[in-house]
């Protein structure tokens, strides 16, 4: 059965830092793209940051650029998101998720699923911003 759990969510104030962690089990993490997603209420899921399978490559949505760093530990299963300089706008659910590419699109990223029947994403860790 697979698994992908997130943790490390909570309540931070404007400026401050997190680190997401995501641990999979069930399949071979460290054959496929891995991405971290959020949303916030109301609004649409938005891909933040990929990571290539070997770690060798990133990416980032332009909304979180130089903040944020995604890295990932395949002899663990774990993927990791460092968020640093926390906005307001950055309260949402974090989700991770394995990808089978992606591609940028005007300061956005957009996945492109894996094959049907192997595409994961966990239920989530909620971060929120606030003084």
């Known amino acids: 059965e697979v698994h992908l759990v997130e943790s490390g969510g909570g309540l931070v104030q404007p400026g401050g830092s997190l680190t997401l962690s995501c641990v999979a089990s069930?399949?071979?993490?460290?054959?496929?793209?891995m991405a971290w997603a959020r949303q916030a209420p109301g609004k649409e899921l938005e891909w933040v940051s990929v990571i290539k399978a070997d770690g060798e490559y990133t990416a980032y949505a332009d909304s979180v650029k130089g903040r944020f760093t995604i890295s990932r530990d395949n002899a663990k299963n774990t993927l990791y998101l460092q968020l640093n300089s926390l906005k307001t706008e950055d309260t949402a659910m974090y989700h991770c998720?394995?990808?089978?590419?992606?591609?940028?699109?005007?300061?956005?990223?957009?996945?492109?699923?894996?094959?049907?029947?192997?595409?994961?994403r966990g239920q989530g860790t909620q971060v929120t911003v606030s003084s």
């Open positions: 998720a394995n990808l089978g590419s992606f591609y940028r699109y005007r300061g956005a990223l957009v996945p492109i699923a894996p094959p049907p029947g192997v595409s994961y």
């Open positions: 069930g399949f071979t993490f460290s054959s496929y793209t």
